[in-house]
């Protein structure tokens, strides 16, 4: 077990972490097959050695034999040299051993150093001294030191080209003859040995001559590069200090041979170590699924458990057997009294009301013989205290279906204060349906769901009033549909009264009777109302009893809450005005008649607030009067001061505010200006209203005086005119009955007197007095005619007169007294000036002016007069200014242009002059003005038309 | 008698009748005349001086020129106190309104109303008054 167990531990830790195991199996591989890849390695590497060393030894064996036919060739020659020292048949011998050797490119003899006898013959070599020639000689030096051949070389040929010489020292007579040489050239060395031809590309040759005194190292093959890097085996070839090196090319030559080995090898471990992770990950997989169902099913207990603890309603788990409570949550504990220990023991036949409990029995048996799957039963269950308590239980088998009946859950819901809530509604429902019943007014209970369906058919549902109203009113079948579509759900016993039906039902039947055209009106209003999602209406109509009698009733049409959106149930009361509606209609016939009754009165029937002058209420008249609609009467408090008019605004408004004041009635005058701009008279007549004590709002009524005005002016114009009149007529003939008066009362008395004369003398005195007072008498007829006439007369000759030749003319008349006096008159009115004009009274008029300025100039100065012409408010205006006697106007003023008025001693001035002068002008319309200082001058103004 | 009477009046014609009755009443012994109420004026001012030269009566017309014969009799009030005596004033015009009778009547100073033409009788009433 335990070693199992610790297996099972390994394996699992291994299966457990897939990556990692893999990656160790991966480097244990890796491990393994490394050896093998190794020996490979060597065994490549071996082989390359033993090729390369064999190479070499065929190469070594070529030049072995090369250099021993040298020798054997050095031999020959040698032995051509006789005791004494010369060759003998040198030529023949040479090229037999030429000829016969392919290796031999030329053969030497070389007594003492010096060479005499070359085969192919060359004549620069002739004499060349060996042993005495630097370059050579240590060569030369070390053959003969030696005592064997030895190779010199490679050297540069005097021939050309590089070879290899071989000496052989030759000895005759004990003693040093000279050498016998060969020469070989490099090439045809090196092609002997094979180290040309060496075909193999992984490796090449070098060739290499060591000098041992110097050390230098030559190198005579191409790649001269360093090799010591690089695998090589040496050959080495004492007879010349040569090496032969077979150097491997690649470096890692070998190593390319094993890198596809390797690669391979990598390859196959990773492969090997992917195979094992995926056989691992579902050892591994499962591990972490059966975790996770763990946890599962222990996160599942937990929250069922926690459900079960802590539900707000009861649950129980009963042994569907027995009865017995297997386990109870703390809800159903508390719901029955009881604790769970109490309860482990009890069947919930034992909490279960008695009456209750047999159908509980029968209904338990349905759901265990898999009848029903589920079950719902209200019943009772007795607390521990003795309380019965409601219960909702809702059974939930746990066995399968088909199954032996094992255990169920019971879920337990106190439904207590449920039905006791229900147990109030019913009743409440019976007292409602009483009330309903027995209330004195008629009431309807009325089902609209299926009116507001058809209309939302139609589409009138949430269309604009006025659209739904006109359709209404253009398809009355439309209506009459609307009315079989109404559901009378109930009606009160006060309806059943009203209408008289035989029964409830004859009502229902017949509700499109009761609704007639008059109550159509409040039909429609209903069903616009539902179109506008209206959930009240009240509105008055008519409904026919079923005698026949027509009643005025006020229908309450009101949606009952909760059912806004189906119109289910709708409460319909209608309540019998008749008697209201009759007292409706006396108090607004009076109200008519009242006011048709203000409305005649010929005057604005007013009233408005006492500190707002706000209108309230004019009547129709305030419009046809002024103009101005009532709406604009009653819209501000500054209506009535601003249509007064501006001059007697002020006025009138304080006049109202201070009488207001005061609690009497009282009435004032002014303008108004109405609408169109008209001024129109106005008498206002007004009265205080007092409520309480205090004033709260003034009432009254405006008369138009404007015509009675407008008379009254006229007349008082006329009046004006006819007193101006009477009094100048007066003034007139009282003037001339003075005048005349005088005269006469003269002559009266100088006729007495002359009959009381006592001389002739004095008779005649008297009749010559006569004489004057007649034709005193006669002038002022004369004058008096005058007056008249210019003031009677409607003949007058108008002309256009030229003021200015005018003036001419008269300073032409009266240049005699101009020349007298000594005057001077300045003529500055303009040429242009034009008037229409009597002629006569133009001269008239300027004439009296004229000479009037030269009578009364003053005494110290001479007269100078200054006429001027202007244009004075439009009018022309003529100037007549002097420097004269002056006038007191103070005294004076108003009698200036009187009749025989004079006031200065002069005898000409009889005092007509002036008055007639005015009666001219203004006959012709105009007027005339005078200013004056005494002792200084006058001026004249005369304003024509 | 001797009395000093005054003509305030502009007709000279009727100055020079009336000074002719005047005479034949022999009434006064001394007539004065001005032809209107400013010179008038001006001469009674000047006769205060002389109280024997101051007329007893005047006989005033209405209608003068520069002061007629109202104005005259405003000017009178406010010197009658300088004058040395006592002066009836009689109104004489040819004037018929009722209205210049009813102003004389105003005038305390004015103790009669007449109208011309003047008669001898007139004057001897005025006189003897």
């Not at chain 1, 009733?553 to 019998?576: A, C, F, K």
């Not at chain 1, 009242?594 to 607030?609: H, R």
Request: some cysteine; aromatic content about 10%; glycine content about 4%.
């Amino acid at each position: 077990m335990k070693i199992e167990n610790k297996w099972s531990k390994i394996t699992g830790w291994f299966i457990s972490r897939p990556r990692l195991s893999t990656f160790i199996v991966f480097l244990a591989l890796l491990v393994l097959i490394c050896p093998l890849v190794l020996q490979r390695y060597e065994i490549i590497k071996e082989n390359r050695e033993q090729e390369m060393s064999n190479i070499l030894h065929v190469v070594q064996q070529n030049l072995n034999h090369s250099l021993k036919n040298c020798y054997t060739t050095t031999i020959s020659l040698a032995m051509i040299v006789n005791d004494n020292g010369e060759p003998e048949n040198f030529d023949a011998l040479a090229k037999v051993l030429v000829e016969s050797n392919p290796t031999i490119d030329a053969v030497q003899l070389v007594p003492n150093g010096i060479i005499k006898y070359t085969y192919p013959n060359n004549p620069d070599l002739i004499d060349f001294d060996i042993l005495n020639t630097k370059s050579v000689r240590e060569e030369a030096l070390e053959t003969i030191q030696k005592g064997k051949i030895h190779f010199a070389g490679p050297l540069k040929l005097k021939q050309g080209g590089l070879g290899v010489i071989g000496r052989l020292p030759v000895y005759r007579k004990g003693k040093f003859w000279g050498f016998s040489a060969v020469m070989v050239r490099l090439e045809t060395l090196f092609k002997s040995s094979g180290i040309n031809s060496i075909k193999d590309s992984r490796y090449y040759f070098q060739f290499s001559k060591e000098n041992p005194k110097t050390g230098r190292t030559e190198f005579f093959l191409p790649n001269k590069e360093n090799f010591a890097d690089k695998y090589f085996q040496v050959l080495s070839i004492p007879d010349g200090n040569w090496k032969v090196y077979l150097i491997s090319k690649n470096k890692y030559g070998l190593i390319s041979e094993i890198r596809p080995a390797l690669v391979l090898t990598v390859l196959f471990c990773f492969i090997f170590s992917l195979f094992l992770t995926s056989l691992l990950k579902k050892p591994a997989e499962l591990q972490l699924l059966v975790h996770d169902q763990k946890n599962k099913i222990l996160n599942d207990e937990i929250k069922f458990k926690s459900i079960f603890d802590h539900a707000a309603v009861g649950i129980a788990h009963v042994d569907s057997r027995t009865g017995c409570l297997i386990e109870v949550n703390d809800q159903y504990s508390r719901m029955l009294g009881y604790t769970f220990e109490e309860m482990r023991n009890m069947s919930f036949r034992d909490i279960t009301y008695k009456d209750d409990l047999e159908e509980n029995l029968k209904q338990l048996e349905r759901l265990k013989s898999g009848e029903i799957r589920e079950l719902t039963i209200e019943k009772r269950y007795i607390h521990k205290n003795g309380n019965l308590i409601w219960v909702n239980i809702a059974y939930s088998p746990l066995w399968q279906e088909g199954e032996e009946p094992s255990s169920h859950i019971s879920i337990v819901e106190d439904i207590t204060s449920k039905r006791e809530a229900e147990d109030a509604i019913r009743k409440s429902e019976i007292r409602f349906k009483s009330l309903f019943e027995d209330s004195p007014i008629a009431l309807w209970e009325e089902d609209f769901s299926y009116l507001k369906n058809y209309l939302e058919e139609i589409g009138l549902i949430g269309k604009n009033r006025e659209e739904v109203k006109a359709f209404f009113d253009a398809n009355p079948e439309v209506v009459q549909k609307c009315i079989t579509l109404v559901k009378i759900i109930n009606v009160n016993n006060e309806c059943l009264t009203l209408h008289h039906p035989k029964t409830k039902e004859d009502l229902i039947q017949r509700l499109g009777d009761v609704l007639n055209n008059d109550s159509m009106d409040s039909f429609k209003a209903q069903l616009v109302a539902i179109t506008q999602g209206e959930t009240r209406l009240t509105i008055d109509s008519k409904v026919k009893k079923t005698d026949g009698e027509y009643r005025d009733i006020s229908l309450r049409w009101s949606v009952m809450p909760g059912y806004e959106e189906t119109l289910e149930r709708i409460i319909i009361s209608t309540e019998d005005i008749t008697a209201r509606k009759i007292s409706e209609e006396i108090v607004i016939q009076s109200q008519k008649k009242m006011e048709s009754l203000i409305n005649t009165i010929d005057g604005i029937v007013w009233e408005c607030d006492y500190n707002t002058y706000i209108f309230t209420y004019v009547n129709q008249k305030a419009e046809e009067i002024t103009g101005y609609t009532r709406e604009e009467w009653c819209s501000d408090g500054n209506f009535w001061a601003n249509t007064i008019h501006p001059d007697d605004k002020t006025r009138a408004v304080n006049y109202c505010a201070i009488e207001s004041k005061k609690s009497q009635q009282y009435d004032f005058e002014y303008r108004m200006i109405a609408k169109n701009g008209s001024v129109l008279w106005i008498r206002d007549i007004v009265n205080v209203i007092y409520e309480n004590g205090k004033p709260v709002s003034l009432k009254g009524i405006m008369i138009d005086i404007t015509k009675s005005k407008e008379a009254e002016k006229d007349l008082s114009n006329s009046l004006e005119l006819v007193t101006e009149q009477n009094k100048r007529l007066l003034n007139f003939s009282y003037i001339v009955s003075h005048n005349l008066r005088s005269h006469t009362s003269n002559i009266q008395s100088i006729s007495t007197l002359i009959e009381t004369a006592e001389t002739e003398e004095e008779r005649n005195e008297l009749v010559k007095m006569l004489q004057n007072v007649s034709n005193t008498l006669n002038e002022t007829m004369l004058n008096l005619n005058e007056v008249i006439n210019i003031q009677t007369n409607i003949n007058l000759i108008i002309e256009n007169l030229n003021i200015k030749d005018n003036i001419d003319r008269i300073i032409n008349i009266v240049s005699e007294q101009i020349a007298f006096k000594k005057a001077v008159i300045k003529n500055n009115v303009s040429p242009e000036i034009f008037v229409k004009y009597n002629p006569a009274y133009l001269e008239s008029i300027l004439l009296n002016f004229i000479s009037n300025a030269i009578r009364y100039c003053h005494p110290e100065r001479n007269p100078v007069i200054i006429l001027n012409s202007y244009i004075e408010n439009d009018k022309t205006v003529l100037e007549i200014a002097d420097n004269g006697l002056g006038i007191d106007l103070t005294k004076y003023g108003d009698k200036l242009f009187g009749m025989y008025k004079t006031f200065h001693e002069n005898p000409d001035s009889k005092g007509i002059g002036l008055f007639i002068t005015k009666n001219q002008i203004d006959a012709m319309g105009g007027t005339v003005s005078v200013e004056s200082e005494p002792n200084i001058g006058t001026t004249f103004k005369i304003y024509f038309k | 008698m001797n009395q000093i009477i005054c003509l305030i009046d502009d007709d000279p014609i009727y100055q020079t009748i009336t000074k002719k009755i005047i005479h034949k009443s022999e009434a006064a012994s001394k007539i004065l005349s001005f032809p209107n109420g400013a010179e008038a004026i001006d001469g009674l001012t000047k006769l205060v001086q002389q109280p024997e030269e101051f007329p007893d009566i005047i006989m005033l017309d209405i209608e003068m020129p520069v002061m007629d014969g109202w104005n005259f009799m405003e000017h009178f009030q406010k010197i009658k106190t300088i004058f040395p005596k006592e002066v009836s004033v009689y109104i004489v015009s040819s004037s018929i309104a009722c209205s210049d009778k009813e102003r004389s009547k105003s005038y305390n100073g004015i103790l009669g109303y007449f109208t011309k033409p003047v008669t001898l009788q007139n004057v001897l009433e005025i006189a003897k008054s």
